[in-house]
C-alpha cells in the first residue's frame, strides 16, 4: 500500500450568531472544488461561489495543459521559435515556478512538459522510454530554458522542444486565488478544497482549527494522522490516483528533473504550509527529494511541515511543523 489522501473531518458548528456555513462543489480542470464558507447569507455565499468558478475558468485558460487556446498552448507552441505576449498574471506565476525551482535545486520545474509527455505517451503504448529519448527529453528541461521579458511582458522557452506545465502548481494556486475572493467579500471563515489541494481559512467560531484527517485509501480508509490547521494550506503527492504504469509496475506521475526518470524515493508526501500554493509545490520537491529535501526545506523555513511515507509505504517520517501521532 503507498497511497494517502486527505479527508476534511468536519464537526459541525453550522451556525452561529449571524453567520451560517454554507457548502457548494464544482467541477474544474478534471478535479472537484469544494468550498465550504461562513457567510452572512445564502445569497452573498452564492455570489462569493460563481465567481470562484469564474476564478477557476480564467486559471484554466491560462496554464491548461488540456486546451488548445489557452496562454500556455499558445507559449508552448512557439517554443524556440518566437515570444509569446503574456497577461500578467501567466508572468507572475511563471516567475513565482522559476523562484521555486531555485529554492528546491530544481526538483520542482515547470519546464517538466517534455519529459512527462514522453513518459505519458510510451507508458500508454505499453513501453518504457528508451535512455536515448529520456537523455533528449532532459536536454528539453530546466527552468533557466525559460526567457522573461518583463517590460515586453513576453515569454520565450530557449529550445523548440521546451514544454511548460503547471500540473504542480496550478491546483495550489487556484485554491489560494478563491481564498482571495473569499476575503475580499468580508468572508474569514472557511475552507477550500480543489481535488486534495486545501487551504483552511479562519475555523467556525469556538473551534481552534479545521480538522483535516491523512487517510490511507483501502485498508477501511483508515486515518493515520490528524491535522489542526489554521491559516494553512495542505497537499499530498503521490500515486493513489494518478501514475504510470508498465508490466504491472506503478510509476509516479512525479518526473525527477535531474534524471529524466519517475521519483521512487518516497512513495507519498503530505506537505503543510503557509499557502496552498506553496503546500503544492513542496509537495512534488519532497516526492523528488525525499526526506533529505523535506530537512532542508524546515531548516529553511519553519512554518514548513512535511510527512513522507518510504518505499515500503509504511515507515513514516514527520519534518518541521508537521508532528507525527
Ligand atoms: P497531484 O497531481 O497528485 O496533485 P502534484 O501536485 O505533485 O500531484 O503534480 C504532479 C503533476 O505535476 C504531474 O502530473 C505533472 O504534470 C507535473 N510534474 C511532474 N513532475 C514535476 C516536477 N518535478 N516539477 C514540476 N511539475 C511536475
Ligand atoms: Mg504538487
Given at each position: 500500500m503507498r497511497l494517502l489522501a486527505l479527508l476534511i473531518l468536519f464537526f459541525c458548528s453550522c451556525s452561529h450568531g449571524t453567520e451560517n456555513l454554507y457548502e457548494r462543489s464544482f467541477y474544474s480542470m478534471g478535479s472537484t472544488v469544494e468550498l465550504k464558507f461562513y457567510?452572512?447569507?445564502?445569497?452573498?455565499?452564492?455570489?462569493?461561489?460563481?465567481?470562484c468558478v469564474e476564478r477557476t475558468r480564467e486559471i484554466d485558460w491560462l496554464f491548461s495543459n488540456y486546451r488548445d487556446d489557452s496562454i500556455l498552448a499558445q507559449v508552448n507552441r512557439n517554443a524556440g521559435v518566437t515570444?509569446?505576449?503574456?497577461?500578467?498574471?501567466?508572468?507572475?506565476?511563471?516567475?513565482?515556478?522559476?523562484?521555486?525551482?531555485?529554492?528546491?535545486?530544481?526538483?520542482?520545474?515547470?519546464?517538466?512538459?517534455?519529459?512527462?509527455?514522453?513518459?505519458?505517451?510510451e507508458t500508454k503504448a505499453g513501453r518504457?522510454?528508451?535512455?536515448?529519448?529520456?537523455?533528449?527529453?532532459?536536454?528539453?528541461?530546466?527552468?533557466?530554458?525559460?526567457?522573461?521579458?518583463?517590460?515586453?511582458s513576453q515569454v520565450l522557452?530557449?529550445?523548440?522542444?521546451?514544454?511548460?506545465?503547471?500540473?504542480?502548481?496550478?491546483?495550489?494556486?487556484?485554491?489560494?486565488?478563491?481564498?482571495?475572493?473569499?476575503?475580499?467579500?468580508?468572508?474569514?471563515?472557511?475552507?477550500?478544497?480543489?481535488?486534495?489541494?486545501?487551504?483552511?481559512?479562519?475555523?467556525?467560531?469556538?473551534?481552534?482549527?479545521?480538522?483535516?484527517?491523512?487517510?490511507?485509501?483501502?485498508?477501511?480508509?483508515?486515518i493515520i494522522s490528524k491535522l489542526d490547521l489554521m491559516r494553512k494550506g495542505v497537499a499530498t503527492s503521490g500515486d493513489y490516483e494518478r501514475y504510470f504504469e508498465h508490466e504491472g509496475k506503478r510509476?509516479?506521475?512525479?518526473?525527477?528533473?535531474?534524471?529524466?526518470?519517475?521519483?521512487?524515493?518516497?512513495?507519498?508526501?503530505?506537505a503543510v504550509s503557509k499557502s496552498a500554493t506553496e503546500a503544492d509545490v513542496f509537495s512534488t520537491a519532497v516526492?523528488?527529494?525525499?526526506?533529505?529535501?523535506?530537512k532542508m526545506f524546515v531548516r529553511k523555513d519553519k512554518s514548513l511541515g512535511f510527512l513522507v511515507v518510504g518505499k515500503n509505504g509504511e515507515e513514516r517520517s514527520c519534518f518541521g511543523s508537521y508532528k507525527c501521532p
Open positions: 457567510s452572512p447569507s445564502e445569497e452573498l455565499f452564492h455570489r462569493i461561489v460563481d465567481a515570444p509569446v505576449p503574456v497577461p500578467g498574471e501567466f508572468l507572475r506565476l511563471v516567475r513565482t515556478s522559476i523562484r521555486y525551482s531555485e529554492l528546491t535545486e530544481g526538483a520542482f520545474d515547470i519546464t517538466i512538459g517534455s519529459l512527462f509527455e514522453l513518459w505519458r505517451a518504457l522510454p528508451a535512455r536515448s529519448r529520456i537523455r533528449d527529453a532532459l536536454g528539453c528541461t530546466g527552468f533557466q530554458k525559460i526567457k522573461i521579458d518583463e517590460v515586453k522557452l530557449d529550445g523548440d522542444c521546451v514544454r511548460l506545465d503547471f500540473g504542480a502548481i496550478g491546483k495550489g494556486y487556484a485554491v489560494d486565488e478563491m481564498v482571495k475572493i473569499a476575503r475580499e467579500n468580508g468572508i474569514s471563515r472557511g475552507l477550500v478544497n480543489f481535488g486534495g489541494n486545501i487551504y483552511a481559512m479562519d475555523p467556525p467560531a469556538g473551534r481552534k482549527s479545521w480538522d483535516v484527517g491523512v487517510r490511507k485509501p483501502g485498508s477501511g480508509n483508515k510509476y509516479s506521475h512525479i518526473i525527477n528533473p535531474k534524471t529524466g526518470w519517475p521519483a521512487e524515493d518516497v512513495t507519498s508526501v503530505v516526492s523528488v527529494l525525499g526526506s533529505r529535501g523535506a
